[in-house]
């Protein structure tokens, strides 16, 4: 065996062992799983498991609620009427507020629309100018000019220059007629959005109409209620009784929550603990405090919390960031709203006419959670606001920000 045959051997057998680590970095690429890949299964996997505990947190805290109210109504009384009643405003006020909301969208494409059109009757006028410019241009040139120019044989610079200038004007005047037809076009398609929008609108308009005469006349229906119930009641030790505040169902309630929500991983990890925020919360809703911590509400009765005078419908803001634990009526505070914001602190929302968020939901800091009102019986509007911490009341004074 030569020296060349020995070199082409080896030269073969390199290319043939490059081949095959080649292969084999090819199957492994196909076979192992990237880190990316990796972390997106396990992510996925994790998702799908906060998930699970998220619907069986919601189930369990549902039946907490259901037995409350068949609790509730094996006492009878006029708890159980008045939650039914309440809770139908509540339904009302939230629909109501979902068309409010559709209406400012629906409100706002038509704004887009309208717009849209404004620019386009504009366009439509600027390209009927520039046409009308052409077309006077090309009647200057005068009639037959093209068949007059190319007779003059003796011309033949002029013919072509001039017959140019004649395809230029005759492209123009097509280009601009078709940008016209175009634009057109582009102005009916958006006038009959605009047509079916304000259509829409009407609808929106009419359905949210229905609905406000439902919650009027149900809010009427409730006072009257409440009227025959001050009648009824002969001191108010009696009325005390019938709608005051459960402080030991509220506190079994509470430990119940923390329970339910002990083993939920927390999100918003990101976010400053709360206890870290002392002093600098925002107040839930603008007003002035009508009855201080430690008071004694409508009802007669110490409360562990404050009542922030307050309109109907105005909106309920979280204090800090945090998970909805519950949101149903009670009773003596009516519709009511829990946050569980980690480390055993709980804030508190009750007397609400409509509660705008769901078990389990996380919110952020200012985010609208609640409308005030007067449901649990109340003769005023206002928002009952409390804070706890591993059960306990806190006085809410020392967390708020200063009121300004």
Known sequence: MTARHVAQQAVFVAVGAMLLVCCFDALAQETVPSAAQTQAVAAGAEEREAQRKLQATRDEIR???????????????????????????????RELRELDEKLAEQQQALDQLQRARKELEHKLATQRDA????????????????????????????????????RYFQRARMGRIGELLADLADLARVQQAIEEQVAQIGATRA??????????????????????????????????????????????????????????????????PFADRRGRLPWPLAGKVAVGFGSSDDSGRAISGIVVAADDGAEVRAVSHGRVAYADWLKGYGLILILDHGDGYMSLYGYNESLLKDVGDWVDVGEAIATAGSSGGRKSAGLYFELRARGKPLDPRGWLKPAS
């Not at 209620?225 to 459960?246: H, I, N, P, Y």
């Open 207 to 272: 359905e949210r109409n229905g609905e406000s005469a439902r919650l009027d006349a149900e809010r009427v229906e409730r006072q009257a209620m409440l009227d025959a119930l001050d009648l009824s009641l002969r001191d108010q030790a009696a009325r005390l009784a019938a709608l005051g505040k459960d402080e030991a169902a509220l506190l079994e309630l509470l430990e119940r929550l923390r329970d339910v929500f002990a083993d939920i991983p927390k999100e918003l990890t990101a976010a400053e």
């Open 63 to 93: 039946k907490l609620a259901e037995q409350r109210k068949a609790t509730e109504a094996e006492k009878g009384g006029v708890a159980v009427e008045l939650r039914e009643r309440e809770t139908r405003i509540a339904s009302i006020a």
């Open 131 to 166: 046409l009308a410019a052409l077309l006077r241009s090309a009647y200057a040139l005068g009639r037959h000019e093209e068949l007059k120019l190319m007779l003059q044989q003796n011309e033949v610079a002029t013919t072509s220059r001039v017959l140019a200038y004649h």
